[in-house]
């Protein structure tokens, strides 16, 4: 079987996913979707870390485990839903590749609760998280990199001048129509990189 990536973009709660093949060098859609990394889709679980604000610290604490341990689940799932729908194709997905904010490591929750900031990248980060471990427990090789710097790793691996790979994640989108926005053309060049030769 011929081997494809998916590439995540990951917002709050939820995730845009491109899931792509190369074949001669030209990047082929395979499956779009959005995912979504919790059961209940309102703000409440969405921004886990500003609930956990607001609640006492061991109720905090729990809470968080609890969105995390759900996202890690919904997102196994989703990996497993597109396994198996790109095999009907005859596609393997062999790499799982998610984009990171540009935030540093993470502090202990109490620190992360005592600042804003840090409470809206927790929350990101407690979604990318979830993916990259379900990938990694489904035994896919996983990229990671973080968003300003995926264009120009693209671009360096593909050997495509960053303008003409701009110009072709663009019209990747056209044959299925949209969305094909921000979302979709990042997770499609992270999905690209995530299949250049040479990366494992």
Same mark, same amino acid.
């Given at each position: 079987?011929?081997?494809?990536?998916?590439?995540?973009?990951?917002?709050?709660?939820?995730?845009?996913?491109?899931?792509?093949?190369?074949?001669?060098?030209?990047?082929?859609?395979?499956?779009?979707?959005?995912?979504?990394?919790?059961?209940?889709?309102?703000?409440?679980? =969405?921004?886990?870390?500003?609930? !956990?604000? #607001?609640?006492?610290?061991?109720? %905090? &604490? +729990?809470?968080? @485990?609890?969105?995390?341990?759900?996202?890690?689940?919904?997102?196994?799932?989703?990996?497993?839903?597109?396994?198996?729908?790109?095999?009907t194709q005859g596609f393997a997905l062999a790499r799982c590749a998610v984009l990171?904010s540009s935030g540093r490591p993470l502090p202990a929750l109490p620190r992360i609760?005592?600042?804003?900031?840090?409470?809206?990248?927790?929350?990101?980060?407690?979604?990318?998280?979830?993916?990259?471990?379900?990938?990694?427990? =489904?035994?896919?090789?996983?990229? !990671?990199? #973080?968003?300003?710097?995926?264009? %120009? &790793? +693209?671009?360096? @691996?593909?050997?495509?001048?960053?303008?003409?790979?701009?110009?072709?994640?663009?019209?990747?989108?056209?044959?299925?129509?949209?969305?094909?926005?921000?979302?979709?053309?990042?997770?499609?060049?992270?999905?690209?990189?995530?299949?250049?030769?040479?990366?494992?």
């Amino acid at each position: 079987m011929k081997k494809a990536a998916v590439g995540f973009r990951v917002h709050s709660g939820w995730a845009a996913l491109v899931a792509l093949a190369v074949n001669r060098g030209t990047p082929l859609v395979l499956a779009r979707a959005r995912v979504h990394l919790v059961e209940t889709f309102i703000y409440k679980f =969405r921004q886990p870390y500003h609930t !956990a604000g #607001r609640l006492p610290p061991d109720q %905090a &604490a +729990a809470f968080v @485990a609890r969105m995390k341990s759900e996202a890690r689940r919904l997102a196994a799932g989703a990996i497993r839903k597109f396994e198996a729908e790109l095999r009907t194709q005859g596609f393997a997905l062999a790499r799982c590749a998610v984009l990171l904010s540009s935030g540093r490591p993470l502090p202990a929750l109490p620190r992360i609760l005592a600042s804003h900031a840090l409470i809206h990248t927790a929350d990101g980060e407690l979604f990318r998280e979830a993916l990259l471990h379900a990938a990694g427990r =489904r035994g896919l090789a996983t990229v !990671a990199i #973080r968003e300003r710097e995926v264009l %120009a &790793a +693209a671009s360096k @691996a593909l050997r495509i001048k960053p303008n003409e790979l701009a110009r072709r994640i663009a019209a990747l989108g056209r044959p299925i129509g949209p969305p094909w926005s921000q979302d979709e053309k990042l997770a499609s060049a992270l999905a690209w990189l995530a299949l250049a030769p040479g990366r494992h």
